[in-house]
Each structure stands twice: as C-alpha cells, then as structure tokens.
C-alpha cells in the first residue's frame, strides 16, 4: 500500500512538472535553411517576434494543416507583430512539394532543413517533435501545437499583442 501510495505521489510530481507552461528562454539557432526550390533564398528571422513552423513534410495530414495555417494568416493579423516561418525536414522534397502543390492552396514559402540541423543544432528531443516554436529575440519562449492546442495559442498570442 505504501508503495502504492508512492508511485501515485510521484506520478502526480511528474505530470505537474511535465504540463508546466513556464517560459523556456533557452538561446535558439536557426541553422542554414533555403526555401524550397530557391537556393539563394535563405530564412533569417528579421523581427523580435517570431514564430518558427515545423510541417512534417513526410505526412499527408501534416501536410493537409498547412490550409489551416493559410486561412489562419489570411484572417488575422498576427504577422504585424511576428515574423512567421515554416520549415520542414522531408526526406523527399519532390514528394512533400507534389503533395502540397495537389492538396493545399499554402502560398507561402517554406524552407528545407537539410539533415535535420535544427533539432542537432539546438539539441532538442526529435522524438518530441512540437510544431510551433515562439521566440523573442532569438530566445525560444514556448514550444508547443498552434494550430491545436488553445492554451498555447493564447499565450503565444498574449506575447504578440
């Protein structure tokens, strides 16, 4: 029973340390990334605010989310405080480009991490792969899913205003 008791006291320490939404400020590196088809055309992150975009390119439904991120920049006006940019890590460009080019009406650009240099370069968990990263002055603030997870919208959000 005692054990029991343990386990149950050291899970819930767990799950509060694991949903803490506390800021990250971890100093973020953008690695050599180039639009998808423009090799001349590099990402930089220009303004103070930014929000970085990862689409898994190797996943239709992955793919498919870049109409709510079209519809989403079409409808507000979050890019006047925010730089933001999609990038992806396809193993395939031809098939990603194929299948974005036939499924979506995305306009904007996206940029190719060759080698996956992002997640190295940062030493983030690339099994914990989140979709959005917010960062202030080239600090990673949140990490976290834009497009699906409110509470994250909202204080990403909260920071833009």
Request: proline letters at 1%.
């Amino acid at each position: 029973m005692k054990s029991k008791l343990s386990l149950l006291m050291f899970m819930s320490i767990l799950v509060l340390f694991a949903c803490n939404s506390s800021m990250l400020k971890k100093q973020l590196k953008v690695p050599e990334m180039f639009q998808i088809g423009n090799r001349q055309k590099k990402l930089q992150i220009e303004k103070d605010k930014a929000l970085l975009v990862y689409i898994n390119g190797d996943c239709y439904h992955c793919i498919l989310e870049l109409n709510e991120w079209d519809s989403l920049l079409q409808n507000t006006n979050i890019q006047q405080n925010c730089q933001i940019s999609f990038f992806t890590d396809a193993y395939d460009t031809t098939q990603y480009k194929e299948m974005k080019n036939r499924f979506t009406h995305f306009s904007y650009p996206v940029y190719y991490d060759y080698k996956q240099k992002f997640w190295f370069t940062n030493k983030l968990n690339m099994t914990i792969k989140s979709k959005t990263y917010y960062i202030e002055n080239r600090n990673l603030i949140y990490q976290g899913d834009y497009l699906n997870d409110r509470r994250y919208r909202v204080k990403v959000n909260n920071r833009i205003e």
